[in-house]
Structures are given as C-alpha cells and as structure tokens.
C-alpha cells in the first residue's frame, strides 16, 4: 500500500493551502482516510478525517478553516485549509484504514509553513 502525499509550501498567515494524498496497491476497500499533524516538539495529532460512508471529523483548532473532502473512487483524500495561522505549521501526514485491516497506513509527510 501506498499513500502519496502532496501540497505543502510556505504561505503567509491568512493563507490557503490544498493537500492531496492519493492510496494505492490494496485490494481492501478503504474504512478511513484522515490527516494528521506534527509540529516540533509536539505529538501527532488528528487534524481530520473522513470515513467511507461520508461521515467526517475535524480537531477543534481547524473547525471552520479546514475542509476534508474525497474523490468519487474514495481513494484521494484533500485537505483544504484556509485562514491558516502560524500554529497551523506542522509536518501534514495522510493515513488510511483498510477493511479487514487493523494496522493504518501512512503517507510520506508534507510540510506546511505558515509564517509572514
């Protein structure tokens, strides 16, 4: 399984940025696509994240900023993220659950800098 993310750069706060990660090279249909971030220092934390039947979740600090969407095969997942702030700046992972799989997998990581 493959997860190939991309979209990340520099943008000055106020900003929008729009990642994508695409999943590939499993038979199993996908549970769950999310994102996740870590900043220095920081633990990983769920930023959002969409489950097969649509149902998505957001992290209190993105509600109303970042939107988590998919394409109609359900096997890219975006993120778009407006009115970035400074603390949004973390290295940005996708991950996705499998049916009939326990173990998630994870994409590459992408950075996103939100700085002026």
């Known amino acids: 399984v493959q997860l190939q993310a991309s979209g990340g750069g520099l943008v000055q706060p106020g900003g929008s940025l729009r990642l994508s990660c695409a999943a590939s090279g499993s038979r199993f249909s996908i549970r769950s696509m999310g994102w996740s971030r870590q900043a220095p220092g920081n633990q990983r934390e769920l930023v959002a994240v969409i489950f097969s039947a649509g149902r998505m979740n957001y992290a209190d600090s993105v509600k109303g900023r970042f939107t988590i969407s998919r394409d109609n095969a359900k096997t890219t997942v975006y993120l778009q993220m407006n009115s970035l702030k400074p603390e949004d700046t973390a290295v940005y992972y996708c991950?996705?659950?499998?049916?009939?799989?326990?173990?998630?997998?994870w994409g590459q990581g992408t950075q996103v800098t939100v700085s002026s």
């Open positions: 991950n996705a659950y499998y049916y009939g799989q326990s173990n998630a997998y």
